[in-house]
């Protein structure tokens, strides 16, 4: 059994910082790559950031030069440091991972988490 479990969402104000943390468990042999999505209401879910076992990282424009993805492959632990976030930051927050596990390679999602931009 795999899980993603992730923590660190809450209600922030505008040009506010929040880190995001998504710990992967269970039965793993490997992660090939870990991301983050979001989706705000009324909008399809979209790529924030990824980052590959060998380090490679990708991020969308809405989000680059104001956020940080990371990992921590002894703890199967991915990262999304968020500074200077907008009220369009507002979404469910869903990280990923690409697992082999006792099944063949597939990707896992986490529950999501709430992150608001408000004053």
């Known amino acids: 059994q795999v899980q993603l479990v992730e923590s660190g969402g809450g209600l922030v104000q505008p040009g506010g910082s929040l880190r995001l943390s998504c710990a992967a468990s269970?039965?793993?042999?490997?992660?090939?790559?870990m991301g983050w999505y979001r989706q705000a209401p009324g909008k399809q879910r979209e790529l924030v950031a990824t980052i590959t076992s060998g380090g490679s990282t990708n991020y969308a424009d809405s989000v680059k030069g104001r956020s940080t993805i990371s990992r921590d492959n002894a703890k199967n632990t991915v990262y999304l440091q968020m500074n200077s976030l907008k009220p369009e930051g507002t979404a469910v927050y869903y990280c990923?991972?690409?697992?082999?596990?006792?099944?063949?390679?597939?990707?896992?999602w986490s529950q999501g988490t709430q992150v608001t931009v408000s004053s």
């Open positions: 269970g039965s793993i042999f490997s992660i090939y790559a």
């Open positions: 990923n991972a690409d697992i082999m596990s006792r099944s063949p390679r597939s990707t896992y």
